[in-house]
């Protein structure tokens, strides 16, 4: 027979968590079968139309439950997806060109226009004072309050995403601003 050894009380081994969680456990599983009994007692008590709305909502339930793991799952997928994208950004993947309606701006195989006076405010916003992560961060700032449909273009995580900076700095190279 084995010989339990007690359980000691360890921040690195997480006992104390461990005990916690067991004991979430329980009481959700008490709640649970309590909640299981309840049923039990109705459903007698229940006419067909009442089963009825029992087994629909369930059924709804049961498919709010899938959706929803399914969509955490998707979460994990994109994250990472997300991840090795931006690792993988770089200068190539931008593009600016004139056109006779403005400029047209192109990430990956996707673009979209720029109006004259935008492309203005953009070349404002990245020559202006500051240093690389303030530019960006005001990047985003206006492309967030200005032109929300970029961010379906090119998926930016956040004020320091490396497409800021590469975009920042293909406007830098290619427009200046006349005095």
Avoid: C
């Amino acid at each position: 027979m084995a010989k339990k050894t007690p359980a000691v009380k360890n921040s690195k081994t997480g006992t104390a968590k461990k005990t916690k969680l067991n004991q979430a456990a329980k009481a959700v599983s008490k709640v649970r079968v309590s909640l299981v009994n309840e049923l039990r007692a109705i459903i007698p008590k229940l006419d067909s139309e009442g089963l009825a709305f029992l087994v629909k909502q369930a059924r709804i339930h049961l498919y709010n439950m899938k959706v929803t793991e399914l969509n955490k799952a998707a979460q994990v997928v994109n994250s990472i997806r997300s991840d090795s994208v931006q690792a993988k950004a770089k200068k190539d993947d931008f593009d600016i060109k004139p056109t006779t309606a403005g400029f047209y701006l192109r990430y990956q195989n996707n673009g979209t226009m720029f109006s004259k006076p935008e492309m203005i405010q953009l070349v404002k916003i990245i020559n202006g004072q500051g240093t690389a992560p303030e530019i960006t961060e005001r990047l985003f700032n206006w492309l967030e309050k200005e032109r929300k449909d970029i961010f379906r273009l090119i998926p930016v995580k956040d004020k320091s995403d490396n497409r800021l900076k590469i975009l920042a700095s293909l406007i830098k190279k290619n427009f200046k601003l006349k005095k």
